[in-house]
T-cell receptor
């Protein structure tokens, strides 16, 4: 158990509404990541964080923003959800760049 | 350009047989790491094995081994004595390390089905 939780685990929302997904860790790791998983695409990086208030964009960051005000929490926000953002979202943590990543259980988001 | 290529969308293997899942990668960074993850139907991502670019020996973890061929830029996962519980999606991933701040890049995955 890598001590990662994601909330909510499932969410259905309407196009145009804001959505925030939360990732919480108990390991005090420096690095946290948000990925989305879609059929035929594997996992693609949305944003990641290398410390409190330190974040950077990934491959598919358009339409998403993140915040990390505490070591243990990394929030992913969809400012105005679109149907193309229907996906499974995974949070991951890592103690450092030279280490493997441990994944949370995922959040299934459906935008109708 | 795709950095991680998994050419087998799906594979079948007989229980108790060995199976190789292919992964090729593309990087000009001399320092990198290669990872394999398993995703069963329940959806969680499980770390399996890691190989560093400077490691002299192939990584092994129980029934999993990584066949690392640096010159060919391949990092194939070998599962020995397949079990029904090995049926899952398998993802190969890479991290380039010389620049410091690079997250993992994943391939599109291979779905393995183990047949009794």
């Amino acid at each position: 158990d890598a001590g990662i939780t994601q909330s909510p685990r499932h969410k259905v929302t309407e196009t145009g509404t804001p959505v925030t997904l939360r990732c919480h860790q108990t390991e005090n790791h420096r690095y946290m990541y948000w990925y989305r998983q879609d059929p035929g695409h594997g996992l693609r990086l949305i944003h990641y964080s290398y410390g409190v208030k330190d974040t950077d964009k990934g491959e598919v960051s358009d339409g998403y923003s993140v915040s990390r005000s505490k070591t243990e929490d990394f929030l992913l926000t969809l400012e105005s959800a679109t149907s193309s953002q229907t996906s499974v979202y995974f949070c991951a943590i890592s103690p450092g760049l030279s280490y493997e990543q441990y994944f949370g259980p995922g959040t299934r988001l459906t935008v109708t | 350009a795709q950095k991680i290529t998994q050419t087998q969308p799906g594979m079948f293997v007989q229980e108790k047989e060995a199976v190789t899942l292919d992964c090729t990668y593309d990087t000009s960074d001399p320092s990198y790491g290669l990872f394999w993850y398993k995703q069963p139907s329940s959806g969680e991502m499980i770390f399996l094995i890691y190989q560093g670019s400077y490691d002299q020996q192939n990584a092994t973890e129980g029934r999993y081994s990584l066949n690392f061929q640096k010159a060919r830029k391949s990092a194939n996962l070998v599962i020995s004595a397949s079990q029904l519980g090995d049926s899952a999606m398998y993802f190969c991933a890479m991290r380039e390390r010389s620049e410091g701040n690079t997250p993992l890049v994943f391939g599109k995955g291979t779905r393995l089905s183990v047949i009794a």
